[in-house]
C-alpha cells in the first residue's frame, strides 16, 4: 500500500516533468518502486526517453527495464503494437527468458485471446511451478472474463502454496464478500489474522463478517 508521503512525492514528480522540469526516468523508477499503475503516464514518458538515442544509452542495463515496463504499460493502454514491439526487443536480447515469455502471454490477453494465453501460461508453469506472477496473472484472466469461480479456485490453489501472500487473502476474502459467501470470507480474515494481528481494519472485517 502506498503511502499518502509517497504518493505526494509521485505526484510532485509527475507535476515536475508534465511541467518540462525533467525527472522522468526519477518518475518511471518511482512507479516502479511503489508497484502503481499510472501506465499513460508511464507510456508517454518511457517513449520519450527510448525515442532519443542519447537518453537510451544513458540507461545503461536499465533500458531493458524501461522496454519491459513499457510493454506492460502499453497494453493497459490498448497501444499493442508499442506492447508487441517492447517485447520483441526483449526476445532478441533475451531469447530464452521465462519473464519475456510472460510478456507474450499478457499480450495475449490484452488482445483477448484468452484460450491461447491459458495454454501459454500453464506451459510456463510446468517449467516453473512456483512462479508467483503467472499463478496471479491467471487470476486476474478469470475475473477479466467474468469467471468468478475460476478465480477463486486459482487463488486457492495459489494460497495453497504461498499461504504467507496477504493481499491474496484480501482479494480472495473480497470476492467471498461480493458473493455473500460470508462464512468463507471470514476464513480468510482468520488467516490474515493470525499474520497481521494488529492490523485493525482486519479485526473490524472479521467481526462484521462473522455475525452472518
Known amino acids: 500500500m502506498v503511502s499518502k508521503t509517497e504518493e505526494t512525492q509521485l505526484n510532485r514528480l509527475e507535476n515536475q516533468v508534465d511541467n518540462g522540469g525533467g ?11 511503489l508497484k502503481v499503475r499510472r501506465s499513460e503516464k508511464v507510456l508517454k514518458y518511457g517513449l520519450s526517453i527510448l525515442n532519443d538515442p542519447k537518453k537510451r544509452s544513458a540507461l545503461g542495463p536499465e533500458e531493458w527495464t524501461l522496454y519491459e515496463q513499457l510493454a506492460i504499460a502499453a497494453m493497459d493502454c490498448q497501444c499493442l503494437d508499442v506492447a508487441k514491439d517492447c517485447i520483441k526487443v526483449l526476445h532478441k536480447k533475451f531469447p530464452e527468458s521465462k519473464r519475456v515469455g510472460r510478456l507474450d502471454c499478457m499480450l495475449l490477453e490484452a488482445k483477448g485471446s484468452w484460450a491461447e494465453a491459458e495454454k501459454a501460461y500453464s506451459s510456463l508453469l510446468e517449467d516453473n511451478p512456483l512462479d508467483q506472477v503467472i499463478h496471479k496473472r491467471r487470476v486476474a484472466m478469470a475475473k477479466a472474463q467474468g469467471n468468478i469461480s475460476v478465480a477463486i479456485e486459482w487463488l486457492n490453489k495459489y494460497l495453497e502454496i504461498f499461504m504467507a501472500d496477504h493481499d491474496a487473502w484480501r482479494e480472495l476474502a473480497d470476492i467471498y464478500l461480493s ?13 490474515l ?3 497481521h494481528p494488529t492490523v485493525p481494519l482486519y479485526h473490524l472485517t472479521y467481526a462484521d463478517v462473522s455475525v452472518y
Open 193 to 195: 489474522l493470525l499474520s
Open 23 to 33: 525527472g522522468a526516468w526519477e518518475y518511471l523508477c518511482l512507479v516502479r518502486k
Open 179 to 191: 458473493l455473500q459467501m460470508y462464512k468463507q470470507a471470514a476464513f480468510c480474515y482468520e488467516e
